[in-house]
């Protein structure tokens, strides 16, 4: 298995910046080959929406329109972590931000996806 952790969320005005984090890493004796690393939001009575992905190999990323121009998510390969910048923050960004893990083993091309705990953050008016 794999355990994903999210860091970095709190509280912040509207029109700042925050920067989450997310690391990575196997829990058993296999050795995990990682495919993409993702984020994921969900607000307060809403369904759980993607934010934006980070394939491993190659580094190719793609974004939900609603946050496009103003998210930006960017690796550590050597790490096996992944961030997600966020600028210009609005209050509609308020919901808890979870990292998405797609990893498979040197023993198996089945690919298995991961979820961290989520990390809550909050945009103030």
């Known amino acids: 298995q794999v355990q994903v952790v999210e860091s970095g969320g709190g509280l912040v005005q509207a029109g700042g910046s925050l920067r989450l984090s997310c690391a990575a890493s196997?829990?058993?004796?296999?050795?995990?080959?990682?495919?993409?690393m993702a984020w994921y939001r969900q607000a307060p009575g809403k369904e759980r929406e993607f934010v934006a992905r980070?394939?491993?190999?190659?580094?190719?990323?793609s974004y939900s329109d609603s946050v496009k121009g103003r998210f930006t998510i960017s690796r550590d390969s050597a790490e096996a972590t992944v961030y997600l910048q966020v600028k210009s923050m609005k209050p509609e960004d308020t919901a808890i931000y979870y990292c998405?893990?797609?990893?498979?083993?040197?023993?198996?091309?089945?690919?298995?996806?991961?979820w961290g705990q989520g990390t809550q953050v909050t945009v103030s008016s």
């Open positions: 980070i394939n491993w190999s190659g580094g190719s990323t």
């Open positions: 196997g829990r058993t004796c296999s050795t995990y080959i990682l495919d993409w």
């Open positions: 998405n893990t797609g990893a498979h083993t040197e023993h198996s091309m089945l690919v298995r996806q991961y």
